[in-house]
């Protein structure tokens, strides 16, 4: 039964019906007896299984296809009506041949299979800040991860009534053919089209598709911001909580950032961290003056290789109870799971990402995929925010970028203005991971995290930024930063020790905001002084000298640098906001 009266989408199902010719169709409704229908459903297909009760309660492992691990980038569109729109860092097909080459693809694809309509809403349901979608499928996997992490149901339509204002998406696992595998947007046309894949990124359309690609186009055109963002609120002994907004590219510690543990010697005087999301922001400017942010997301999506009770205690406790599991290792012997980093402990009786025999021990191959991922309940986090259901979202005191730089960006260092900050956001790069397909290890520009994930001409995406810093009070704007965590030395390893020690960056960063430390002028910003950073508890793990050396700018590196970004730049023409070349222009007379 239709859960809808909203014509909108009553005609547009009918239409996907014509075309995939689903068996049947279910509704989605949110209620717990029905998901645990289709998780018994799957298990008895073998799509997913069921985990130890005692030990992972309402837990379930899934495998993909051995060619469906990732993100697909090369096979990803964004389909505006010229190329201009979309820009010359995304690929770009016509929007009226992309729709003829989808439909000859998806066509009868749903024959045997069900159609499941899910509603969802991106943020709490009902928020001003929140935008809805519909989403139909023909996986059972994909049905039981967007009830995770995006709130689902009859609610949603009931909120939406009569308005046309939702997204469309279309997911059709076909056969999945990495060949005609295509991750297609219709920013224009508010739809999404994804067929041939089973993967997170690539067919949970509400995260990149929606919350990111198409919700960056609707956000230019209507005032706000979707960025590739987590959020968290850092409290301070006194009881004030900042929130931070940081930008790093896919597999950057985004998640390990947001669920941050403090050290124990600012435990002890107070400090805590609280996560209020750890992938997406949508941002817009409140009635004071100040920008605020909602996590759109019910879950977290996260990396599971490295993922322990000491580099991320939050995220593995979020993992107990109701998640998802995605090509990771199965433990056989108490039905549990595992992967690369979880502890010294690789079980002895187990199956490989793959399903194939693993022992932990005689094989050199890898257990779990390297961009193997755990779907949890947002509300499992220990360290959840209570501003998370929060519908006017939190007042933003800082933005941050950051990347994998083995050797360029110190630890942190703060851009002089807003312009400046935008600047430095436009220029970030960082070596490429696993969380999509193709060389890890490269370094690429991938302005604020978004390169994989802007759903139109990213020289119009910085203008974007350039215009919301003129509508703010410079007094209100959030200050802008940029932090490394992940300088090496010339045997490869890591000189900042990272992970719950970076809180005292943030609280560097807390204490910039309120003019409360002073700074080095430098000619990327202001850096730290040494003694402002403090090493206290961790002078074991890293010395004095060696915090001076991973604060320090090389103005010979940054001239190589300036010149890389003036390369990056080029490709945007005219169409590159003069405020950047201007910053640029700055950066290369400094460093001279
Ligand atoms: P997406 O979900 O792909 O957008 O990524 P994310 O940014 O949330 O990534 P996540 O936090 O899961 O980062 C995973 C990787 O970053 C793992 O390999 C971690 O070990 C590594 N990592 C996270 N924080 C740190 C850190 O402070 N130092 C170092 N050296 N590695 C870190
Ligand atoms: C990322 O790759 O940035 C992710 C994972 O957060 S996915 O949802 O697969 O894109
Ligand atoms: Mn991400």
Redesign the pocket.
């Given at each position: 039964m239709a859960l809808t009266t909203n014509k909108t989408v009553l005609s547009w199902i009918d239409e996907q019906v014509d075309l995939v010719k689903p068996d049947k169709i279910v509704w989605i409704d949110g209620s717990k007896e029905q998901i645990e229908a289709l998780r018994a459903e799957a298990c008895a297909t073998g799509e997913i299984i069921k985990l130890n009760e005692e030990l992972l309660p309402e837990c379930f492992l899934h495998r993909t296809a051995q060619n469906d691990v990732a993100r697909v980038e090369h096979r990803t569109f964004i389909c505006t009506p010229t190329k201009e729109e979309a820009g010359p860092t995304n690929n770009w097909k016509d929007p009226n041949e992309c729709y003829a080459m989808l439909r000859e693809i998806a066509k009868d694809s749903y024959k045997g299979r069900t159609m499941y309509v899910i509603p969802y809403s991106m943020g709490p349901i009902g928020s001003p800040l929140s935008k809805i979608g519909v989403e139909l499928t023909d996986s059972i996997y994909v049905v039981l991860n967007m009830a995770i992490m995006t709130r689902i149901g009859k609610a949603v339509f009931d909120v939406l009534g009569d308005s046309n204002d939702w997204v469309r998406g279309l997911h059709c696992k076909c056969n999945i053919d990495e060949e005609n595998r295509y991750i297609c947007h219709f920013p224009q046309d508010n739809t999404i089209i994804s067929v041939n894949s089973g993967y997170g990124g690539n067919v949970l359309l509400g995260k990149k598709c929606f919350a990111l690609r198409i919700a960056s186009y609707q956000g230019r055109n209507e005032g706000w911001q979707a960025e590739?963002m987590?959020i968290l609120g850092l409290e301070k002994p006194n009881g004030e909580v900042k929130y931070i907004c940081a930008a790093?590219?896919?597999?950057?510690?985004?998640?390990?950032?947001a669920m941050l543990i403090p050290p124990e010697g600012y435990k002890a005087k107070g400090y805590k961290v609280w996560c209020v999301g750890?992938?997406i922001a949508w941002i817009r400017k409140g009635a004071d003056g100040r920008l605020y942010a909602i996590n759109p997301e019910n879950g977290f999506?996260?990396?599971a290789?490295?993922?322990n009770e000491k580099?991320n205690f939050n995220a593995l406790a979020s993992t107990k109870k109701g998640t998802i599991f995605t090509n990771v290792v199965h433990n056989l012997d108490d039905n549990t799971v595992w992967w690369e980093g979880l502890d010294k402990n690789p079980p002895k009786n187990a199956l490989d990402w793959l399903g194939n025999p693993w022992d932990g021990t005689t094989s050199d191959k890898k257990g779990a995929h390297p961009n193997s991922r755990f779907t949890a309940p947002a509300q499992n986090c220990p360290a959840l925010s209570p501003e998370f259901e929060n519908p006017n979202g939190v007042p933003i005191s800082a933005f941050v970028f950051g990347g994998r730089r083995a050797k360029l960006a110190p630890l942190v260092y703060q851009a002089k203005d807003w312009n400046s900050g935008v600047f430095v956001g436009s220029s970030m790069a960082s070596e490429t991971t696993a969380?999509a397909t193709g060389a890890v290890g490269v370094v690429r520009r991938d302005p604020m995290a978004m390169l994989p994930f802007c759903g139109y001409n990213m020289a119009d995406y910085f203008k974007h930024w350039i215009e919301i810093g003129k509508d703010l009070d410079p007094e209100k704007a959030p200050k802008i930063f940029n932090v490394n965590?992940?300088r090496k030395d010339d045997e490869g390893n890591?000189l900042?020790p990272?992970?719950g020690e970076?809180l005292r960056v943030l609280d560097w960063i807390i204490d910039r905001c309120e003019g409360r430390v002073d700074a080095v002028e430098t000619p990327i910003g202001y850096v730290p002084y040494a003694k402002d950073i403090n090493l206290e508890g961790i002078e074991d793990e890293i010395s004095y000298e060696t915090l001076e050396e991973i604060l320090k700018v090389d103005n010979a590196l940054w001239k190589e640098e300036a010149a890389n970004i003036e390369e990056f730049y080029a490709q945007f023409g005219d169409r590159l906001p003069q405020e950047l070349r201007d910053s640029l222009n700055k950066l290369k007379a400094a460093v001279e």
């Open positions: 590739h987590l790093f590219p896919s597999a950057c510690g985004k998640t390990n950032l750890d992938d999506f996260g990396v290789p490295g993922t580099s969380a965590w992940f890591f900042w990272g992970f970076n």
